[in-house]
């Protein structure tokens, strides 16, 4: 059974860098897209990226200037790095896997984690 | 980037009802579509993927249907463990979207 766990500071304060682990066990990282997603207190969710685990990448064009995302084969982790947060940053955050589509295209989510929030404030 | 609308944004019902949510998108997107559910405090769940097809472990309640711009989430007989928010979600485009979100509360 695949499991994903996100973990972080809690607490960050407006300015300041958000930075977020996932650590991904009973599968290899190798062979996936995985993906972050946010949501916001209260509403819907919102995709934040997703990466290839040879480290291509894709962004929220909304987000794409403030962040950062990694894969750590070694160690069968994903980073998130978001920059220059503001209280509209708060949210919980997810990782995620992708099935592919077509063998190759990142598709819809498989697994989830549960979720860590975020709180931006000082 | 690909819009997605849901209606309706809340449904009542009650246990052993039908209903149905619509899930839009601002232009064609084939039949890369998912449903997720998601209860109170929890992560999502995938419900359905590639627009009709049930993901493994999910009750045949659950029925997806639709290509292009216009898809349904059907649950045929709505249970307890039914009563949740309801989110569409295009993977068409290398944008990711999702629908706002459709409330199934106890009426």
């Known amino acids: 059974q695949v499991q994903l766990q996100e973990s972080g500071p809690g607490l960050v304060k407006p300015s300041e860098t958000l930075s977020l682990t996932c650590t991904v066990s009973?599968?290899?990282?190798?062979?996936?897209?995985w993906s972050w997603f946010r949501q916001p207190p209260g509403k819907g969710l919102e995709w934040v990226a997703y990466?290839?685990?040879?480290?291509?990448?894709n962004f929220n064009p909304s987000l794409k200037s403030r962040l950062t995302i990694s894969v750590d084969t070694s160690k069968n982790q994903l980073s998130l790095q978001l920059i220059s947060v503001t209280a509209a940053d708060t949210a919980v955050y997810y990782c995620a896997r992708l099935v592919a589509v077509a063998g190759h295209y990142p598709g819809n989510v498989d697994y989830w984690g549960q979720g860590t929030l975020v709180t931006v404030s000082s | 980037d690909i819009q997605m609308t849901q209606s309706p944004s809340t449904l009542s019902a009650s246990v052993g009802d039908s209903v149905t949510i619509t899930c839009r998108a601002s232009?064609?997107?084939?039949?890369?579509l998912a449903w997720y559910q998601q209860e109170p405090g929890k992560a999502p769940k995938l419900l359905i993927y590639?627009?009709?097809i049930l993901e493994s472990g999910v009750p045949s309640r659950f029925s997806g249907s639709g290509s292009g711009t216009e898809f349904t989430l059907t649950i045929s007989s709505l249970q307890p463990d039914d009563f949740a928010t309801y989110f569409c979600?295009?993977?068409?485009?290398?944008?990711?979207?999702f629908g706002p979100g459709t409330k199934v509360d106890i009426k």
């Open positions: 232009q064609s997107i084939s039949s890369w």
């Open positions: 979600q295009q993977y068409n485009s290398y944008i990711f979207t």
């Open positions: 990466i290839h685990y040879t480290g291509s990448t």
């Open positions: 590639k627009a009709s």
């Open positions: 009973g599968d290899s990282i190798s062979g996936y897209y």
